[in-house]
């Protein structure tokens, strides 16, 4: 079951770099009496994930701030090694946006966005999505319906929504 609006997103750790190599980050101390952007999409270092999705909400990074949003945060299926390196190469960890790694797709499959498309070495990955929770409390939800595409959720498109 995909999650919507007014759903209670479901608690996980995710994996993050911290200072001494790979540390777990409840995503429920993250949401708590927060107001969240998550986004989610297929994968590190892919076509429209790096050359749009991210740098959307690197564009749009302040101007979420200004509608009040506490922290924004980038999912996907990969490894905290791999997602350190990408946040570095695109610039989403200079801008301040928090990159997670899922790396067994247990919380994208929880909230039903996981996909798997073997042709392109898609096994088990995120579907493109945007979301703003409050308190841990879906209060937007832009999930993708094309694939390679990346227009409802975009940053720009969560800053018209809020």
Do not use: Y
């Not at 302040?62 to 996907?76: F, Q, Y």
């Not at 190469?89 to 200079?94: Q, Y």
């Not at 595409?149 to 720009?156: A, K, L, Q």
């Amino acid at each position: 079951m995909t999650i919507g609006l007014g759903d209670r997103l479901p608690g996980a750790d995710l994996l993050r770099m911290g200072p001494d190599g790979p540390e777990k980050v409840s995503l429920d101390e993250i949401l708590k009496g927060r107001r969240v952007v998550i986004f989610g999409l297929p994968g590190a270092f892919t076509g429209t994930c790096s050359t749009a999705h991210v740098p959307s909400f690197i564009r749009s990074k302040e101007a979420l701030r200004a509608k009040g949003i506490d922290e924004v945060l980038c999912i996907s299926v990969n490894d905290p090694f791999v997602m350190r390196a990408w946040g570095e190469a695109t610039g989403a960890t200079a801008a301040g946006i928090t990159l997670l790694g899922d790396p067994g797709c247990d919380w994208v499959s929880a909230i039903g966005m996981e996909f798997s498309n073997p042709d392109r070495g898609f096994i088990r990955r995120c579907k493109r999505f945007a979301l703003m929770a409050e308190d841990g409390v879906v209060k937007v939800w832009h999930p993708e319906e094309g694939t390679g595409t990346c227009d409802i959720s975009g940053g720009e498109s969560m800053v018209e929504a809020l």
